[in-house]
């Protein structure tokens, strides 16, 4: 499996963006997903997680501004940002927990995409 994301750019203060996921492969069942991201020098802080049932949980300072959700029919889970600010700036992850089918011991296992860069200019 695959994490593939996409939708990141550069956008003025007070703009908006939104970041797509899509896990790829086969044979999986998808579970908790989540965004993250990570400025140089700073440890990667979860942004915004979406677990398989819907349940979501934000960030403090995403809260009102950002909104997660998946589409479990596409794999593929979405981050709405709205009135973003240049503190938002930084390497968007996506990350998600999968089950395999083809795995007897039906563990959880933990994927990470490549990144994108959102840049937010004052």
């Known amino acids: 499996v695959r994490l593939v994301e996409s939708g990141g750019g550069v956008v003025h203060a007070g703009g908006s963006l939104r970041l797509s996921c899509a896990a790829t492969?086969?044979?999986?069942?998808?579970?908790?997903m989540a965004w993250y991201r990570q400025t140089a020098g700073k440890s990667r802080e979860e942004v915004a997680m979406i677990s398989n049932t819907g349940t979501t949980n934000y960030l403090d300072s995403a809260k009102g501004r950002f909104t997660i959700s998946r589409d479990n029919t596409k794999n593929t889970m979405y981050l709405q940002m709205n009135s973003l600010e240049p503190e938002d700036t930084a390497v968007y992850y996506c990350n998600a927990d999968f089950r395999f089918l083809s795995d007897i011991y039906q563990g959880t296992y933990n994927y990470w995409g490549q990144g994108i860069q959102v840049t937010v200019s004052s």
């Open positions: 492969g086969n044979g999986f069942t998808t579970l908790t």
